[in-house]
């Protein structure tokens, strides 16, 4: 029986599953927990007042979207963050700083001149 290599997502592909995963507040907090230092599945779902396996299912969509890394030893999880994903979301979203930059600057320049308006 032969077995064929699963194909990497493409970046788009990677993208949607990274951002798919980061649309949800308690994955988020899982992240941030993560960011900290590696944590068994247990310690992680400790502040959440959800089920371990309602836990465990978030972590699998982190896990799809490669931004947590799981080691088992025997009945342990040992769960940890791996940032480049989250580094490829950065640099998509980077591309569009400057229309940010540019609206957030035209936003402050009509606040000051209303200001200045309403004291005249």
């Known amino acids: 029986m032969s077995r064929e290599m699963a194909t990497p997502p493409s970046v788009d592909d990677q993208l949607d599953l990274v951002f798919h995963a980061l649309s949800d507040r308690t994955r988020r907090a899982l992240i941030a927990r993560l960011a900290e230092g590696s944590s068994i599945v247990t ?51 980077d591309c569009y700083r400057s229309f940010w930059e540019d609206t957030l600057g035209a936003l402050a320049r009509y606040v000051e001149r209303d200001k200045k308006r309403r004291k005249s």
């Open 43 to 93: 310690e992680l779902a400790a502040p959440f007042e959800m089920s371990l396996p309602a836990v465990s299912k978030h972590l699998k969509v982190l896990e799809a979207a490669r931004l947590v890394g799981r080691a088992v030893d025997g009945r342990i999880h040992h769960c940890s963050l791996t940032a480049e994903p989250l580094h490829q979301a950065e640099l998509w979203l």
